[in-house]
Nanobody, 115 residues
Framework: QVQLVESGGGLVQPGESLRLSCAASRSIASISTMAWFRQAPGKQRELVARITSDTNTYYADSVKERFTISRDTAKNTVYLQMNSLKPEDTAVYYC?????????WGQGTQVTVSS
């Protein structure tokens, strides 16, 4: 089992930044893939960014050049640095881990971008 706890969401104005954190209950060095998804009201959950155990990364086109995913194995934490936020980034952001063939999700953290 992997428990994931997200933090760092909030209300910001367009153009501002936020950093989300996802703390895992076990060593993330043993987790092949960790990712951030988001779900806006009335929309399907979508992949935002992904990082593998060998630190390969993937970003959705909508967040490239603005978001950065990273991980700190010493803290068992994955981060999502979000810059130049836009109103369309408003969503609940979920941390995800794929470990031993199973999917694990955090409870989500709300990000609202509004003036």
């Amino acid at each position: 089992q992997v428990q994931l706890v997200e933090s760092g969401g909030g209300l910001v104005q367009p153009g501002e930044s936020l950093r989300l954190s996802c703390a895992a209950s076990r060593s993330i060095a043993s987790i092949s893939t960790m990712a951030w998804f988001r779900q806006a009201p009335g929309k399907q959950r979508e992949l935002v960014a992904r990082i593998t155990s060998d630190t390969n990364t993937y970003y959705a086109d909508s967040v490239k050049e603005r978001f950065t995913i990273s991980r700190d194995t010493a803290k068992n934490t994955v981060y999502l640095q979000m810059n130049s936020l836009k109103p369309e980034d408003t969503a609940v952001y979920y941390c995800h881990a794929f470990w031993h063939g199973a999917n694990f999700w955090g409870q989500g953290t709300q990000v609202t971008v509004s003036s």
